[in-house]
Nanobody, 114 residues
Framework: QVQLVESGGGLVQAGGSLRLSCVAS?????MAWYRQAPGKERELVAS???????NYRDSVKGRFTVSRENAKNTVYLQMNSLKPEDTAVYLC???????????WGQGTQVTVSS
């Protein structure tokens, strides 16, 4: 089973920045960040494949950047210009190319105050 270890969450004022990190125990083709607020559906924030293809939800485009270091099996989420509506538990997700193996991280809380 692939292990995902997350770090970087915290409390920040609106307009501030945070950088989240997720380290996988093995190489994974697809890695992504999701978020979930209480009472809301889990939603994709950003994703990246091992060859560098990225995807972002519209509400974070221009503010968030996803990147990875394949040699370290690590994915990052740089979050700038944070807004109160970004407040959520952020979860790391990783899977192999065909989805035969996948894992979720434990989640890290991001709170943005107004």
């Amino acid at each position: 089973q692939v292990q995902l270890v997350e770090s970087g969450g915290g409390l920040v004022q609106a307009g501030g920045s945070l950088r989240l990190s997720c380290v996988a125990s093995s190489s994974m083709y697809h890695m992504a960040w999701y978020r979930q607020a209480p009472g809301k559906e889990r939603e994709l924030v950003a994703s990246i494949t091992s060859n560098g293809d990225t995807n972002y939800r519209d509400s974070v485009k221009g503010r968030f950047t996803v990147s990875r270091e394949n040699a370290k099996n690590t994915v990052y989420l740089q979050m700038n210009s944070l807004k109160p509506e970004d407040t959520a538990v952020y979860l790391c997700y990783a899977r192999t190319l065909l989805g035969s193996s996948f894992s979720w991280g434990q989640g890290t809380q991001v709170t943005v105050s107004s």
